[in-house]
Structure formats: C-alpha cells, structure tokens
C-alpha cells in the first residue's frame, strides 16, 4: 500500500520535539496569538527572505484577507489561473471582485504571461498567479505586466513553499504571498494554518488588523474584520517542521527524479520549465492519454493515485454562468489526461519503483 503523503511515517521522526513542543505550549495557556505564532513569523519571514509574515487560520483565509488588505472589492477583476484549486478564485468573489480565468502554459501548468496580458481591462487590479504543484510561475513576465499596467501581484504560493527563482523565495516578489498549511501541502501542519508574507509595512499592519476582528488595539475595532489567526499549537509543529524544509523538498526532488528518468521515454513526465526556477514538487503529475488505465493498474496494487484537476474552474458548476462561452484549452486538455503519483519525502527508491512498475505495466 503506497499512499499519496505518508504523514504518520514524518511524525514517527520528529514525534519527540512535536509532543514536547505541544506540551510545554500547552502548560503555558497562551492558545491565541501566543509565543509559538510569533516565533514562527519571524522564522518564516526570515526564511522566505521578506518582513513581514503574518499567521492566518487557513490558506484560503491568506488569500481572502491578502485581497482585501490590498483593497480589492466590488467591479474589480482579478486575474488568475483556471488550473488551480477552487480556493484562488473563492477568495477573489469574497471580496467582491470578479476572477478572469486565463489559460495557463502547457510548459508549466501556470498561467500565460501572454495571454494574461491580453485579459487586462480598466479594471483589472491585480494578477494573482498559481505556483501550482511547487513550480514557480513566470513572474518576471508577470512583475512586467503589473508594472506597466500598475497592477498588484498577489502570489498563490500554497503549493509552493521553499520554491525559488534565482534564489529568492516565491511569496516575496509581490504585494503579498500566500502559504497554506493544509497538512498535505510541503509545510504542512496538523489542522488548518495559512501565512500572508508581505514587503509593505502598511499592509502588514492592516493583515493584523484584519485578521484580528479589525482590531489594533483591544476592544477598539477600525474595520469589519475576521478571525483569523495561526493557532498556536499548529504554530508548534509548523516551528519542527520549519527546521527541516529544505531537506523535505529536496527528498521529493529526489523522488521527482526517479520517476523523470524512468518516464522520460514514454513521454509523460511533467512539464518542468527550464530556467525559471526551482520546482518543490508538491505534487508529481504526468500527463497521459491513457490516465484512466494508468489509475485503474496503481489501483490495482494498493498505489494510490489522484486527479488534480479534474475539472478547471471556468467549468465548475459555480462559475459555469458567469463563464459561459468561454474556452480555455490548454487547461482543459490537462484537466483531461493529468494524473498525479504518490511523492512525499520519506518515500523510498523501491516505494518508486514499485510505483514505475506499475505505470509501465499499465501502458504496455
Ligand atoms: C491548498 C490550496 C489553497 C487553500 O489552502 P487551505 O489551507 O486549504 O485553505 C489555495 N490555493 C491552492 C493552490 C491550494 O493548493
């Protein structure tokens, strides 16, 4: 049995300075905004190479509040990816605003610089661009787009944590970043988390805010805000994990690898474009014609496999009105033969193999 993310096998490793972390939090009492949360801003700022991070309860709350700390609302357009998960367009609609599904490269499963271009209206505020699997976009493109448009860059950097371009960190290049803590994602924590990372001091400040019933100051409230914070105890284990991160994404690289050489001359592996940056792998997805009989072989074993996505979200039920007419086929035809195998750190040589073997047997 091979599963997608092995999270019981990572505890079992660092179970020592977890169950010690939670229990000395836990005799402390300070649960809301406690020391841990604050530790871990700051590690994590330091690490990502920005100011400025700001703990919130859930990817898709990083996203949301980033949004409305830029002051993006009501007949604004926000343009973004349609290969994503459906939590990048959600919070551009909690906000008010209008999401503007462009397609994205078949060379990176990220969107078109090009063809993002194209869908800038009088409107337009901001590109909110995908690293989807842990590949960054093209955001020096996209930084030129925004500049000449004057437009803001909001980062969905919740598959992306530790990827870089030239060295330097996604989730630091625009206004804002936006990490999830989701427990499969590369830095995952046990429950929901989510980080804002930002260069700008006010925005910053209105992110606390914000998060925080719109409050600076206790029981003075200066806006409609939310609650929202990074809780502690997850702030404990994000701390342990935080530590060992580049070791985590360079094993799925690891594992990446292996499968890329043994793939390669079938022609399916992942489209990993050259030069833009390093790609964490949060997920490993190939594209095939023949997904289905490669799922149903894995199936067979005890491999899990997964379709992320299976349906882009330009046709999703919800945006199906709003969308109508509109064709994106780069998108749609990865939404039709991606598939995307087990990766996860500890997965051994052989645990690959076997998953190989399985994928050979199945196109033979
Ligand atoms: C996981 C994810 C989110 C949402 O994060 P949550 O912590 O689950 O709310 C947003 N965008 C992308 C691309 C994601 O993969």
């Known amino acids: 049995m091979i599963p997608m993310v092995d999270l019981k096998i990572q505890y079992e490793q660092i179970k020592e300075e977890i169950d010690n972390g939670l229990l000395e939090a836990l005799g402390k009492t300070q649960f809301i905004l406690g020391p841990n949360v604050a530790a871990f801003e700051q590690e994590a700022a330091a690490y990502l190479g920005v100011p400025h991070a700001v703990g919130v309860a859930s990817g898709t709350d990083a996203l949301h509040l980033a949004l409305a700390a830029a002051g993006i609302g009501p007949g604004d357009e926000v343009i973004t990816s349609p290969f994503t998960f459906i939590a990048t367009a959600e919070a551009i609609c909690y906000v008010g605003a209008k999401p503007v599904f462009v397609d994205v490269e078949p060379g990176s499963f990220n969107i078109d610089p090009v063809l993002a271009a194209k869908a800038i209206t009088p409107r337009t505020k901001a590109l909110l661009p995908v690293h989807l699997f842990g590949q960054p976009a093209n955001i020096g493109a996209l930084q030129e787009l925004c500049d000449k448009h004057n437009l803001l860059l909001i980062e969905d950097c ?25 427990p499969s994602k590369n830095l995952g924590g046990y429950g929901d988390g989510g980080l804002v990372t930002t260069t700008s001091d006010e925005t910053a400040e209105r992110l606390r805010m914000l998060r925080n019933h719109g409050s600076k100051v206790r029981y003075h409230h200066d806006a409609i805000g939310y609650n929202s914070r990074l809780d502690e105890l997850q702030a404990v284990i994000l701390r342990v994990k935080l530590k060992r991160i580049d070791t985590y994404n360079r094993e799925r690289r690891r594992v990446a690898h292996r499968y890329s050489a043994a793939l390669a001359s079938l022609g399916i592996t992942p489209p990993v474009e050259d030069g ?14 023949r997904r289905d009989a490669i799922m149903a072989k894995l199936g067979e074993r005890q491999i899990a496999s997964a379709i992320y996505y299976p349906i882009p979200l330009h046709k999703q039920n919800v945006f199906a009105a709003a969308c109508a007419g509109l064709s994106l086929p780069v998108s749609e035809g990865i939404a039709a033969r991606c598939l995307s195998l087990p990766i996860f750190p500890e997965m051994t040589d052989a645990q690959v193999d076997e998953v190989l073997a399985a994928v050979r047997d199945a196109l033979a």
């Open 276 to 289: 833009i940056g390093n790609h964490v792998y949060h997920q490993y997805t190939l594209l095939s014609d």
């Open 158 to 182: 919740a598959q992306s944590f530790g990827a870089a371009i030239g060295g330097k960190m996604t989730g630091s290049f625009g206004l804002a970043g936006c990490f999830s803590f989701f």
